[in-house]
């Protein structure tokens, strides 16, 4: 019988998620599932929460890996802290912005949103407007918007918030392991991010923090959280406590994954983790502009980690992308929404972000362009 998986060619990942994964961590999911109440894998678990609190840089004590993509880390923070009737703003300035009102309005939510044009920034004195206007139990943003290349005033944001009511929430899941995600120092009440973009681990599982506030307003809940696999209520029991009790069976391989993930991050250094995406990040914009090609994003708010680059007049962009994937194995994405047709998203996310991967690209480009 013939196995598809033994002619699988290893493509470099250099699109919006997934990232390219270190061999560590191969290593690490390929080690030998035991029980998901074992108590190794207890231990596992327990490293696990404190890794991910100095990559999230919080105290928060619920701060776990949800199973599921990015996008149940999402729903996750929604579905928890959302009572229908809520009021609740979303910026948006992107395809994840549109996400979450999406998911909040089928909560039953009272959403307000702030839209702003894909590849600028949301812009806090419009929201400092807004905030004026209303109280909210919720306010959303996403850190680092991976449909635009833009990197959101988190921090501006927070401070607008102050004294506020308003539980702040964030997506942070192309942030997280490729800029500083300062949980605690932003006053974030719910963070959510994903393993496939600067963590460099396959797609499958959803780091998530909540402070204090969060898990009061989660507590104080009049209704039932209304998704059984993401409530929190019932999860802190596996994840927390002396007693451990299933919810749900813990994806085993996948959190080994996540956990040297998180290890090689701890070991290498966030600062140094930073530093090397801005190098990088630098070193594919200065490469591209010397081939004539341009930035989408203004330098004041660009990442890092998704670049948004224009594509050149009179090119054929899908051929582009197809001629580097069947030819030079790399894989760049596509634009999204009012953007697709117009740019191209290069990612230098987690191991990805790597001088050598950037000279491989902008060769390869080099040739395919002429
Ligand atoms: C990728 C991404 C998501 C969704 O994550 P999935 O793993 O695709 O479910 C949400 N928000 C942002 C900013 C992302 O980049």
Redo the contacts with the bound molecule.
Sequence with gaps: MNNQLDALEEILLMG??PSCVPPQVYTALSKPTIGHLDPQFIGIMDKIKSLLQGVMQTKNTLTIPMS???????ETCLVNLIEPGDKVLILIN???GK?MEDLARRLGAQVDTLEFEWGTCVIPEQVKEQLGKKEYAIVAI??????TGVCNPVEEISELLGEKESLFLV?????LGGIPVKTDEWKVDAM?S????CLSCP?GL?PVSFSAAAVDKIKARKTKVPNWYLDLTMIINYWEGSQRAYHHTAPINMLYGLYQALYNLMAEGLETVFDRHLDTHRALVSSLDSLGIKMLVDPDYRLPM?NAVIIPEGVDEARVRKQLLNEYKIEIGAGLGPLAGKIWRIGLMGHTARIENVERLTCALKKVLK
């Design positions: 919006p998620g599921g993509t990015g996008s149940s880390g999402m992107g395809v994840f996400r996403v850190h680092a918007e991976t449909s997506d942070a899941v192309t942030s959510f994903g393993t496939q973009k797609p959803a998704l």
